[in-house]
């Protein structure tokens, strides 16, 4: 059974970087597509950016060009570095696994904050 744990959340603040890592255990995620989601209080789950099995990559508009989404197959590892970070960033971050079993992660806190 596919598991994921992020890490790597924390509090920054604005204009500064994060990276965020979702390590599997289970299977390989090497034919998975891979995602980050992310949810604020009171606000419902959203898209942040997806990264296919050939390493083509989607980003959600608020935050293209701040974010890139990058795996390691030998680490089974997806990352999601975060540039420029904005007060608007502020969320639980969640790893996403498509597949057969879709597979969600807990999430990891991302505060942005002065």
């Known amino acids: 059974q596919l598991q994921l744990v992020e890490s790597g959340g924390g509090l920054v603040q604005p204009g500064g970087s994060l990276r965020l890592s979702c390590s599997a255990s289970?299977?390989?995620?090497?034919?998975?597509?891979m995602a980050w989601y992310r949810q604020a209080p009171g606000k419902q789950r959203e898209f942040v950016a997806f990264i296919t099995s050939v390493n083509a990559t989607a980003y959600a508009d608020s935050v293209k060009g701040r974010f890139t989404i990058s795996r390691d197959n030998a680490k089974n590892t997806v990352y999601l570095q975060m540039n420029s970070l904005k007060f608007e960033d502020t969320a639980v971050y969640l790893c996403?696994?498509?597949?057969?079993?879709?597979?969600w992660g807990r999430g990891t806190q991302v505060t942005v904050s002065s």
């Open positions: 996403y696994a498509g597949g057969t079993i879709i597979t």
């Open positions: 289970g299977r390989t995620l090497s034919a998975s597509l």
